[in-house]
């Protein structure tokens, strides 16, 4: 998978918009745009950029389906928090963050007017 594409997946992944990108990692939006339309590839700090944008490390951006990836310190702390929870609790929590994306992408929508 090209890193583009990749990137692309992600974006979908949390239902963004170029522009959305482009203002969460604080590039212009002709670095995101050429991106796609001109199949530019990213430099290095933009990928870092996008990645801190989507919560990543570089190595989770890079890894491989099956291949062990470093956690940030935030998302180690989720996931040790969310081992400790009853399975009710744990379906609340995800049930949670899914309407909180769900109002994540409502904004998005807006912003690109």
């Not at 583009?4 to 995101?32: H, V």
Request: glycine share 6%.
């Amino acid at each position: 998978m090209t890193i583009q594409k990749r990137i692309k997946m992600l974006m979908d992944t949390k239902g963004w918009s170029e522009y959305r990108l482009a203002k969460e990692a604080n590039l212009p939006q002709s670095t995101i745009s050429h991106l796609f339309k001109r199949n530019n590839a990213p430099t290095f700090p933009t990928v870092e950029a996008v990645c801190g944008a989507l919560g990543i490390t570089m190595s989770q951006f890079f890894a491989d389906e099956g291949d062990a990836v470093v956690l940030t310190p935030e998302q180690r702390e989720c996931l040790l928090l969310f081992g400790t929870l009853s399975d009710e609790q744990r379906q609340i929590v995800k049930e949670t963050m899914r309407h909180f994306n769900g109002e994540q992408e409502a904004r998005d929508d807006s912003d690109s007017f």
